[in-house]
């Protein structure tokens, strides 16, 4: 089985800062690997994804991420963040072999950009 | 080109009463899955639809909890009798293939009260 853990609840971060929420999995198979972000009173949107080569993944919004196997963790960077970035952040896995796309969640990361 | 869309977005009712969610995937995607998150959870998967076939329903709460997709186009996702933990967003999804990037709609926020 698949499990995500999001190691922080809550990150509150200055503008212009940057920031670091952090993701680790668990799987006993290879996955696929995810970041969703929800914006106020809005729905899921997919924020990058990670199926295969390099480790570095640029999404939308100047948002990256970085798988480490090793790690088995998939972070979400971004250099400098905007009031916009307030949002709540998930992490997901679905595993790869069987062609299926069931995602496993984490619990989520609240980031709370501040002026 | 249209994203996946969910009606209600919002939904009020009293417990032991009957809610029906719908759901449009994207059109031409064949996999369509619901999913929620209840207060201050995961989001968890509920079922997943090829066409108009279950693929799989293990995460199904309990039989209160039912699911449809005829024609194998719109899905419905009805909650009879609703119950109090039932309060919460319903999130459908949908992807063209298996292995494919699954695409979310906003979401159906049900509150029981």
């Known amino acids: 089985a698949q499990s995500v853990t999001q190691l922080d609840s809550q990150v509150p971060v200055f503008e212009e800062a940057p920031v670091e929420l952090r993701c680790n999995y668990s799987s006993s198979v290879s996955v696929y690997l995810f970041w969703y972000v929800q914006y106020p009173n809005q729905g899921l949107q997919l924020l990058l994804k990670?199926?295969?080569?390099?480790?570095l993944v640029k999404g939308i919004n100047g948002f990256e991420a970085e798988f480490n196997k090793s790690q088995t963790s998939f972070h979400l960077r971004k250099p400098s963040v905007h009031i916009s970035d307030t949002a709540e952040y998930f992490c997901a896995v679905s595993k790869i072999s069987g062609g299926y796309n069931k995602l496993i969640f984490g619990a989520g990361t609240r980031l709370a950009v501040h002026p | 080109e249209a994203g996946v869309t969910q009606f209600p977005s919002h939904s009020v009712i009293e417990k032991g009463q009957t809610v029906t969610l719908r759901c449009d995937p994207i059109?031409?995607?064949?996999?369509l899955y619901w999913y929620r998150r209840v207060m201050g959870k995961e989001i968890k998967f509920l079922l997943h639809f090829v066409k108009e076939s279950k693929q799989d329903e293990s995460g199904m709460p309990n039989n209160r909890f039912l699911a449809e997709r005829t024609g194998g186009t719109y899905s419905t996702l009805k909650v009879q009798p609703a119950e109090l933990e039932d309060s919460g967003v319903y999130f459908c999804a949908s992807s063209q293939d298996q292995g494919n990037t699954i695409y979310f709609g906003e979401g159906s926020w049900l509150t029981v009260v």
């Open positions: 990670y199926l295969s080569g390099s480790t």
């Open positions: 059109s031409g995607h064949d996999n």
